[in-house]
Structure formats: C-alpha cells, structure tokens
C-alpha cells in the first residue's frame, strides 16, 4: 500500500521539476530583418548560465516575496491562482464522477444489449463518440441548444462562468469521453470476464445471470476498469483547456492558456514576469491534483485486488 504512495510522489517531483526546467528555459532570441524591416529569421541561443540565472532568481524570487508574490494591484498571486482553480473543480471533479460510474453503467448496459438492436445505442453509440472529435461534440451541442433556444423552448447560457448554466453545461462537455471511455472499458473487461470458469460454474448452478453479471464479472472487471481511470483523468484534463477556453469559462485552464501566449523572454538579472509566475503556479496545482489522482486511483486498485485475494 506504500508503494501506492511513494512511487507517485516520486513521480510527481520528477515531473514537476522537468515542467520546472522547461518553463525556466532562457527565451534568448535573435531576430533578423528582411527587405523593408519585414521578419527575416529567428535564432534561439540557449547559455546555460542564463537559465542557472533564472533558475536561481526564481528560488530567490518565492523566498523573498514568501510565496508567488503581488501583482501590479497588490493582490497576492497565489490567491488569485487558487480562486480559479477551485472554479475549474467545480467542473472537473463533476465530470470525472460522473464519467466513471455512468461509464460503468454505460458499459454494463452495453454488454448486456450487446447482441440485436440494443447495439445501436449500445456499442456503436460508443465507438462512434469515442470516434468523434470533442470540439464536434461539443459544437453539435451548442447548435442544438442555439435550435432550441431560437424556437423559444430552452434558456441557456452557453459563455462565461457567472451562471449555473455554464457550470452544468461545462460539467456536460468535459464528461462525454469519460462516460464512453469507461464504458468500453468496462465492455470489454466483461467480455474477458464471460468465458472465465466461475463465470459458467455460476450459471450451470442456476445463479440468476443479472447475478452474475454484477456480483461476480462486474467486480472481478473492476481492477482493469480501475487501471484505466488514471488515464481518463489525464484526458479529460487536457479537455479542460479546449472546453474553458471554447466557452469562455475563465478557470485555471483557461488562464494557464492566456499566459503560456505571452511574449517572455528572460536575461540575466531580469524580473521574472508576472506570468512566468503564475505558470508555475498553474503547473504546480494540476500537477499535484493528478498526484492525488494517481494515490486514490493506487490505494483502490489495492483494495479491490486484496478483495480479490480474499475471495
């Protein structure tokens, strides 16, 4: 169970120093000129002296203001990262739930239609989304809600972040892979569960085959279902960008995106901008929220596998 615990966190420091690295990197740039002052060229010049520089003034920079600092209205930058933060939760954490119990839900559901008609809305409802780009996805939704709202039977607002609506309808978008990825996971941990010897042991014995399915394929399945939940959380962060950004929901995503399109560069004994800063703060809260990820994800498959044992 330590191991479930340690080896992540070893991970996460490896990972976030890398990230650490590589925002630090000097942005020392030389540019030529063409014809008429037009762009001619641009050569990067990396000196490791400048970004030891920039790496030793950042260590400096976060002891001495105690933490991220100020911003130009005194405000403290930490405070304002973590604020959109939480607001970016609010749509995350909804999503993951929901992707991963009405996945599995989802995915029961498909292996038991799986034979006839039941497939329409089963496994090909699920491979074709999973086949589909989010930004469609998305797209088709935001036509369809525009349909509605034009023939004056829905009200909702599709921008922004001050409404319940956009709350509910971000939640919608960010859960849409989750719920299919699981479900064809869990379709196909069923399907290698259904020619096991307890499977057919059960079922010569009479067990109710809904029995079955749930007491006995379901919860042998979960470990596979579990091993892929890492994965749907990395995913479904990386759609966090596209859907705040899209939508205008200003979460940490969305701003994490406005900084990393700032025009930076770094000499030796410069200031660090204000949004190389908040970067890094950006960086650090998602990296430790997959940390908690990858430890709750660790410590259940633990438990489902010393379950497994027992049985």
């Known amino acids: 169970m330590i191991n479930r615990i340690l080896f992540p966190l070893f991970v996460w420091m490896l990972a976030f120093s890398i990230l650490l690295l590589i925002i630090l990197l000097p942005m020392d740039t030389v540019f030529t000129e063409g014809q008429g002052g037009s762009f001619g060229g641009a050569v990067y010049d990396y000196q490791f002296m400048n970004h030891w520089a920039n790496i030793k003034f950042f260590f400096s920079y976060i002891i001495e203001q105690r933490g991220l600092g100020l911003d130009q209205f005194g405000i403290p930058v930490s405070d304002q990262i973590n604020d959109v933060f939480l607001r970016s939760l609010k749509i995350f954490v909804p999503a993951i739930i929901i992707g991963f119990f009405l996945g599995i839900a989802k995915g029961v559901m498909d292996y038991r239609f799986r034979k006839g008609k039941g497939k329409i809305l089963g496994q090909y409802t699920t491979a074709g989304i999973l086949a589909i780009p989010d930004i469609a996805v998305i797209i088709l939704i935001q036509l369809a809600v525009l349909y509605l709202q034009a023939k004056g039977l829905v009200d909702i607002d599709l921008y922004g972040h001050d409404e319940i609506d956009n709350v509910l309808m971000n939640i919608l978008y960010l859960s849409i892979y989750p719920v299919m990825f699981i479900s064809a996971i869990t379709f196909k941990a069923l399907e290698d569960e259904q020619g096991m ?115």
Do not use: C, P, W
């Not at 701003?255 to 703060?281: E, K, P």
């Not at 430890?295 to 498959?301: F, M, Q």
């Open 197 to 311: 010897d307890y499977v057919r042991t059960a079922r010569s014995k009479g067990t109710a085959s809904m029995k079955v399915l749930y007491i006995h394929m379901l919860k042998n399945g979960m470990l596979k279902i579990l091993a892929h939940s890492n994965t749907m959380i990395l995913y479904t962060l990386s759609n966090l960008f596209i859907v705040e950004v899209f939508t205008e929901y200003r979460g940490a995503a969305f701003y994490m995106y406005n900084t990393l399109g700032s025009a930076t560069s770094f000499y030796v004994g410069a200031l660090l901008s204000a949004d190389v800063i908040r970067q890094i703060g950006y960086v650090f809260l998602f990296t430790v929220f997959i940390l908690f990820a990858n430890i709750v994800s660790g410590i259940a498959r633990s438990f489902v596998s010393v379950q497994e044992e027992k049985l």
